[in-house]
């Protein structure tokens, strides 16, 4: 470990992995935290529960706000274990001066994403710290859910899954770098924020049989797929063709040289199905507006266990790792 | 038939193209007679070649030598340690391009010195400087300027607007270098190496985009007086394939020239405007050293005499440090910036350096040749 | 090194040199201090570096390209067609 903490400590890969590993499961150890699931599963089985905290900037962007995301961002850790969300806590640290109208705009959004989710908060705490202490606001928000669907797992992935994609990838990490200040550029793209329990709960009534879900945040896509890779150990071969990426991120991954694959994400999340379920799921999954690219994009094989592999059309492949490093544009 | 921007992008990656051109490519290397070790003097070529899988497609008489191509990688500590005592002084700005700031120097990265306390900022364009600088009038503003003969204009045009609008806290650390010096020093390099270079390179991959604004013009000396054929080739994999493609057939018919594959964009005498701002600007240095390379007569550009009001090297001069420095005694980027050996040789190669903790250059830039093959695995 | 993309030129401010460009959807400003100005119209593609437009595109020398591989891909089908043709022919169990 380094001596001092980089903000690539908090990327979502390889160098968050590491403090989590070496500072906090060192002193937490124990068998529920390490199952580094979304939400840990307590209660018998009963309950799921999870904690985010959200320091996004700016806090206002194309598709959503640092309100909207708080609540989905824990409901969907929830959803993604099979629990639909029920309790939440909201805690905010707020710098001095912070303009009291953008806060109610931040909380009316909190409120409108609370509905959708059938979730309501229990309890709160309120912070203000003097100016320079924080970036304007931050929330923490955790949550507990009701566990619908027993052992969803990243743990027990194998050879009869398929891994399925809900939607277009990559579209809030290439909003809020295009939000940034110092890129300076526009376009109409959005976040993809947005509460998944509606998904997730589609599938379950329909009976999908469900091995595991992952939402797509900090890391992306290829930070999900990797770490199920590792945990199941098992090698995850995906067709690089097949994974849906619109125009919009494609143009600012050109811009900025990222792989969308990298991009964080608020509403995408990762699916393994059994195979005999898979077509029943994607179709499933096209009834929401926001998901009619989703699409089956690889298979579990055992050529190079723990590893991600990418496919070509043109019959080369290659590792996709974990996103290391600062996300930072690729310019030489 | 009309060009859609589309096409630019997609037809030039198309996986038809691509097999249809490993199809020739395999062919045609039944004529050759002897292996041909092709180098892609570009970090940019290296990038695509690992990421599209390319010599997984070629038959085992092609093969790729990485080349130096990658301002990022063979930035030598000396510049590095200069950039972080720059960004330690209480009233300056450092500003650079990208993944410079993961570069390790003897004291760390300027990420490590943005954590202890300087004001490190990396910009998508050198023109934000121009806006920092602006909102910020008490502090000054220095430009840590990297990059080949691509990258070079771009500082001028910086340089040429600061003393347009008469700017006073826009400061330089010039660390531009040249592609052909450091062509020409690995094939006539006069150290104990010279054989081995002798044998190894037959062929170059010339830069997509050094090309663009130099135009191939500065290539005619290799096929000309070192008998070694250059084709200018374009970034995207087709590009890469069919410049193999023309690489092989000049080998068939027993032909050394200059030619150009990524014709959408290269001429001859490239970006004449950006050529005459590099001119008014710069100077060569005598000697550059690059990492891994050591010193390389005339491969680096300095601000001009009269711009040394500009020249943070020449204000700063009494606290930068001076002197040479080792290089880590495990790692080989040298030799694989001279196209002596492949990243995985290097026994420290994905353990004890990685690109979350790099000990060589190569693995700090995602073009570097350790970066690429670690990322993307050498898949056969 | 140095990574530069393609992008179409949608509005010129030539007061400031300034272009603005679109690489599938998302825009951004460029600098045209490179470029002598009457060079570059709107609608032209442009290759784009560091907030520069470093150079005009070939519209011509691109399609050519285009061509090119469109021929290369079609002699590479017949070839197939016509070695599958030649397989099935030589299929010693041929008509079991």
């Not at chain 1, 961002?73 to 029920?86: S, V």
């Not at chain 1, 300076?184 to 589609?202: I, R």
């Not at chain 3, 300034?18 to 998302?26: E, F, K, L, P």
């Amino acid at each position: 470990m380094n001596k001092t903490i980089s903000l690539a400590c908090g990327n979502g890969g390889e160098e968050n992995n590491e403090l989590i590993s070496k500072v906090f499961y060192k002193a937490f150890k124990n068998e529920i935290l390490e199952k580094s699931e979304d939400a840990a599963i307590i209660h018998n089985g009963k309950l799921a529960f999870s904690t985010d905290s959200f320091t996004v900037s700016p806090l206002f962007f194309a598709g959503a706000d640092i309100g909207k995301l708080a609540v989905c961002g824990t409901c969907n850790d929830l959803a993604m274990m099979g629990a639909k969300p029920k309790y939440l806590t909201c805690s905010v640290i707020i710098e001095e001066g912070f303009a009291t109208r953008e806060l109610d705009k931040i909380v009316r959004s909190m409120k409108k994403e609370l509905e959708i989710n059938g979730a309501i908060v229990v309890s709160g705490d309120t912070k203000v710290v003097p100016r320079g202490s924080v970036d304007k606001i931050f929330i923490n928000t955790s949550g507990i859910g009701e566990v619908i669907k027993k052992g969803i797992s990243s743990n027990n992935i194998s050879k009869d899954d398929i891994i399925i994609v809900n939607r277009d990838i990559g579209c809030h990490g290439a909003a809020i770098f295009v939000a940034r200040e110092g890129i300076e550029m526009t376009s109409s793209l959005k976040s993809d924020c947005e509460s998944l329990y509606p998904q997730v709960k589609a599938l379950l009534d329909a009976n999908i049989k469900i091995t595991a879900l992952r939402d797509a945040t900090r890391g992306g896509v290829s930070a999900v797929l990797n770490e199920w890779a590792s945990q199941s150990n098992i090698c995850i071969e995906v067709e690089e063709e097949s994974i849906p990426v619109s125009d919009e991120v494609k143009g600012i991954c050109e811009m900025l040289g990222f792989e969308a694959t990298a991009l964080a994400n608020e509403g995408t999340f990762v699916l393994a199905v059994k195979k005999e379920d898979a077509d029943k799921a994607v179709e499933i999954l096209k009834g929401f507006p926001s998901c009619l690219k989703a699409t089956t994009i690889g298979k579990i094989t055992d050529t190079h266990l723990k590893k991600v592999i990418l496919k070509s059309s043109w019959g080369t492949s290659r590792f996709l790792d974990t996103p290391s490093g600062e996300l930072l544009p690729r310019i030489c | 038939m009309g060009l859609e921007l589309k096409n630019l992008y997609d037809d030039f990656r198309d996986g038809n193209t691509i097999k249809a051109y490993a199809k020739i490519i395999k062919e045609d290397a039944k004529k050759l007679k002897n292996q041909i070790n092709i180098m892609e003097v570009c970090g940019g070529h290296t990038h695509t070649i690992m990421k599209y899988g390319l010599p997984q497609l070629l038959p085992s008489n092609i093969k790729f030598i990485h080349g130096p191509g990658c301002p990022v990688c063979i930035m030598p500590k000396e510049r590095i340690d200069h950039a972080y005592v720059l960004s330690m002084v209480e009233d300056v700005i450092l500003v650079t391009l990208g993944d410079m700031i993961k570069v390790p120097g003897s004291n760390g990265s300027l990420q490590d010195a943005r954590s202890r306390g300087s004001d490190v900022r990396f910009v998508y364009s050198p023109l934000e400087c121009l806006k920092i600088a602006n909102e910020n009038p008490t502090k000054k503003i220095i430009f840590f300027a990297i990059g080949f003969e691509t990258t070079t204009p771009m500082t001028a045009a910086l340089l040429d607007a600061v003393i347009k609008k008469d700017i006073k806290n826009i400061f330089f650390h010039i660390n531009h270098v040249t592609v052909p010096e450091v062509m020409r020093e690995l094939i006539d390099s006069r150290d104990e190496h010279v054989d081995s270079y002798n044998n190894k390179i037959d062929a170059f991959l010339g830069p997509s985009h050094v090309s663009v604004i130099s135009g191939s013009k500065i290539y005619e000396e290799f096929p000309r007086d070192y008998n070694r054929l250059v084709v200018v080739s374009g970034f995207e994999p087709v590009d890469v394939m069919q410049a193999i493609s023309m690489i092989v057939k000049q080998f068939i018919e027993g032909r050394c020239e200059l030619e150009i594959e990524y014709k959408r964009l290269v001429t001859y005498d490239g970006n004449l405007k950006a050529q005459e701002l590099i001119e008014r600007y710069f100077d060569k240095r005598d000697l550059f050293k690059w990492r891994g390379l050591g010193n390389i007569p005339k491969s680096g550009l300095k601000l001009k005499p009269e711009f040394k009001e500009y020249d943070a090297e020449i204000i700063y001069k009494d606290i930068l440090p001076i002197g040479e420095i080792e290089d880590h005694k495990l790692c080989i980027c040298g030799d694989i910036l001279r196209g002596m050996a492949n990243p995985p040789e290097c026994t420290i190669f994905g353990t004890a350096c990685k690109p979350t903790s790099p000990i060589g250059s190569c693995m700090v830039s995602s073009e570097g040749a350790c970066a690429a093959y670690y990322k993307y695995g050498n898949l056969r | 090194m140095c990574l530069s993309i393609p992008s179409k030129v949608v509005k010129i401010d030539k007061e400031n040199e300034v272009a603005t460009v679109d690489t599938m959807g998302v825009q951004r400003e460029a600098s045209l201090s490179l470029m002598s100005q009457e060079d570059i119209k709107i609608g032209d593609y442009v290759l784009l570096h560091i907030g520069f437009v470093m150079n005009k595109i070939d519209e011509a020398e691109a399609l050519d390209s285009l061509e090119i591989y469109k021929e290369i891909i079609d002699a590479m089908n017949e070839e197939d067609r016509q070695m599958a043709i030649l397989e099935a022919d030589e299929c010693p169990n041929r008509g079991e």
